[in-house]
């Protein structure tokens, strides 16, 4: 199931570079966050990924709309420096994307555990003790249902299954929400086109920045 997504980073960064000569960094960052955008809303809806043709189709654009972000906008950062300090960028680089990955990853998780919780304790014809140990993910509610058995076993799954795929939806929905936002802020701040700073800088500064190296080097 994620062969589709491999594929399009596999096609999509490959060409990026070729595609921010053409058209911009802004442009094509925008376009990859809005394909980004599309396809986790798309995430949400079941009678879309149920198909196997749709589905593949939907990660195929999310592989691609992230294959053709990642590359321009590390480029944004690294192409506005001078060489001296490249070391400087890709650190900023790295630390903005792992701050991001860990906060999305909490940020969301927390919303979708809210959200289960939320929809185990309104089950109906189930009793309140078997849903206080069962509220916690569906893994645990689908343990919890083999172990008590009869009707009750078969309601409980059922409210698992339908708690499961509704925290999916809310939870896809806020994150195309942030995808969308993002677009807007890469729409409204990114700079059309990489600066070749390095190149531009002051020889002076460059030396100077070579002197700092050696002394701290030393």
Do not use: K
């Not at 890709?90 to 289960?116: H, K, M, W």
């Amino acid at each position: 199931m994620l062969t589709p997504v491999a594929i399009g980073l596999m096609v999509g960064s490959p060409n990026a570079p070729r595609l921010v000569q053409r058209f911009g960094t802004t442009r094509v960052v925008v376009t990859g966050l809005t394909a980004v955008g599309i396809a986790t809303a798309c995430y949400a809806s079941d009678a879309l990924m149920s198909s196997f043709t749709l589905g593949f189709l939907i990660r195929l654009l999310y592989g691609l709309g992230m294959g053709i972000t990642v590359a321009p906008v590390t480029e944004s950062i690294m192409g506005a420096l001078p060489a001296a300090r490249a070391g400087v960028g890709s650190a900023i680089n790295d630390t903005t994307r792992q701050t991001g990955g860990a906060l999305g990853v909490a940020v969301l998780g927390s919303i979708f555990a809210f959200r289960y919780h939320t929809a185990i304790d309104a089950a109906t014809g189930i009793p309140r003790h078997v849903l206080q140990h069962a509220r916690d993910s569906i893994g645990v509610s689908l343990d919890v249902a083999h172990s008590v058995g009869g009707s009750t076993a078969a309601h409980l799954t059922d409210a698992a299954h339908e708690a499961f795929v509704s925290s999916m939806r809310l939870t896809f929905a806020v994150a195309a929400i942030v995808i969308v936002f993002a677009a807007c802020v890469a729409a409204r701040f990114l700079p059309p086109r990489a600066e070749e700073a390095h190149a531009e800088a002051p020889e002076d500064e460059i030396a100077q920045s070579l002197a700092i190296g050696v002394e701290t080097s030393t």
